[in-house]
């Protein structure tokens, strides 16, 4: 269980084509959400590191598709997030096609974790992420962050209305990077994926 032990983690490459991503000789699993949801956040978390996956309280600061290395046995991938209302139109159309190509072409992707804020109803564009990953068969864990924003007697009912405005089958399991709340298991549904 790589995600378990990690001994190194590592950024191995930055792309926004097909030709600039790293070979395909290890097993990916590809992170999708709004951007300022805490993709990065989570990604750290995972890798037990600070600041790897670069964070920002702006919104936005992902923009390119990021690869990481972990114990040289997986990639985690951390896609641009979607939903920036500032960026410009020409940009997140750019954003698009960089996270469709990436989907559409990987034969190693292994599966793509959704992550959603635990505190807020999902928005049109994660429904639309989420059925397009259940359209095109992937594998899904959709993980809620922020969850230390709200008492732990409320995750329950904010887990359900995930549930229902995605329209989910898929485990949903919260995560706070604060205080590492569900880390664990979100590590050992990831290496059940791969």
């Known amino acids: 269980m790589p995600l378990n032990n990690i001994k190194s983690a590592d950024l191995v490459q930055i792309a ?12 990916e699993i590809a992170f999708a959400g709004r951007s300022n949801v ?12 600070k600041s790897l996956a670069r964070t920002s ?7 390119t598709i990021n690869f990481y290395g972990v114990n040289d046995e997986i990639r985690l991938v951390d896609l641009p997030g979607y939903g920036y209302a500032i960026a410009s139109q020409k ?17 190693n992707l292994k599966g793509i974790v959704l992550v959603v804020d635990i505190r ?7 429904k639309m992420m989420y059925d397009y990953i259940k359209h095109f068969g992937f594998n899904c864990l959709i993980v809620a962050t ?10 329950q009912g904010a887990v359900s ?6 329209e989910a089958k898929d485990e949903i399991l919260p995560f706070s990077s604060l205080n590492k709340f569900g880390i ?7 290496d059940e994926m791969v």
């Open 16 to 27: 926004v084509k097909p030709d600039q991503y790293p070979d395909e000789s290890l097993p």
């Open 38 to 49: 805490g993709k990065s956040s989570l990604l750290n978390g995972i890798m037990n590191r």
């Open 57 to 63: 309280s702006k919104p936005g600061k992902t923009r």
């Open 91 to 107: 940009e997140k159309e750019n954003w698009k096609v960089y996270i469709e190509t990436y989907l559409e072409s990987r034969k």
């Open 120 to 126: 807020h109803e999902p928005t049109n564009d994660d």
């Open 146 to 155: 922020k969850a230390d924003k709200i008492a732990r007697s409320k995750y």
């Open 161 to 166: 209305k995930i549930r229902k405005k995605l």
């Open 184 to 190: 664990d298991r979100v590590r050992e549904k990831l």
